[in-house]
């Protein structure tokens, strides 16, 4: 299984931007989807962004195309979420996920698919 660490959070003012980054380790990092989630207070945890093992797909929710950007950088086992045009909506912890299986050829995007999670970072965009 493959332990996850997210990095990069903070408090931030509407329409700015932040970088969230998700170290891996203890798996073979290049073999599996990578996702973003994100739960605010009293809601459930929703898919934001997700990339391919392959790096060649990326889906995101419509709520942030066009504003976030999610890529991977396997040689430093790394998954980057960029936020920009930050809204007060976008407030919540965002988790970083792994797939629940290697290679899978469609990429996941619900929590089911997701095997290991981070312990999540906090986003907090004031209006």
């Known amino acids: 299984q493959v332990q996850l660490v997210e990095s990069g959070g903070g408090l931030v003012q509407a329409g700015g931007s932040l970088r969230l980054s998700c170290a891996a380790s203890?798996?073979?990092?290049?073999?599996?989807?990578m996702g973003w989630f994100r739960q605010a207070p009293g809601k459930k945890r929703e898919f934001v962004a997700a990339?391919?093992?392959?790096?060649?797909?990326?889906y995101s929710t419509d709520s942030v195309k066009g504003r976030f950007t999610i890529s991977r950088d396997n040689a430093k086992n790394t998954v980057y979420l960029q936020m920009n045009s930050l809204k007060p909506e976008d407030t919540a912890v965002y988790y970083c996920?792994?797939?629940?299986?290697?290679?899978?050829?469609?990429?996941?995007?619900?929590?089911?698919?997701?095997?290991?999670w981070g312990q999540g970072t906090q986003v907090t965009v004031s209006s």
């Open positions: 990339i391919s093992w392959s790096r060649l797909t990326t």
């Open positions: 996920a792994a797939d629940a299986y290697r290679f899978r050829t469609v990429v996941a995007r619900t929590t089911e698919d997701f095997g290991s």
């Open positions: 203890g798996g073979t990092f290049s073999s599996y989807t």
